[in-house]
């Protein structure tokens, strides 16, 4: 990610799993938090980081 525009795209496409409560994306670092009160599909959320035009590297529960 290079721009404030990617860290939108990314937040929004995340944002839109149902659960999520909070997303938090570092421009600097690449890393992104998200927040759920529900246990969330790695699948789903790698599917909306790919829909913004990235991948994942890494996941961590």
Do not use: P
Not at 20 to 49: F, H, I, Q
């Amino acid at each position: 990610m290079t721009c404030q525009h990617c860290v939108a795209s990314v937040t929004e496409e995340i944002s839109e799993i149902d659960g999520v409560d909070k997303v938090e994306v570092d421009l600097g670092t690449g890393s992104v938090v998200v927040g759920s009160a529900v246990a969330l599909d790695e699948a789903s959320v790698e599917a909306a980081v790919a829909e913004a035009g990235y991948r994942l590297a890494s996941a961590v529960g």
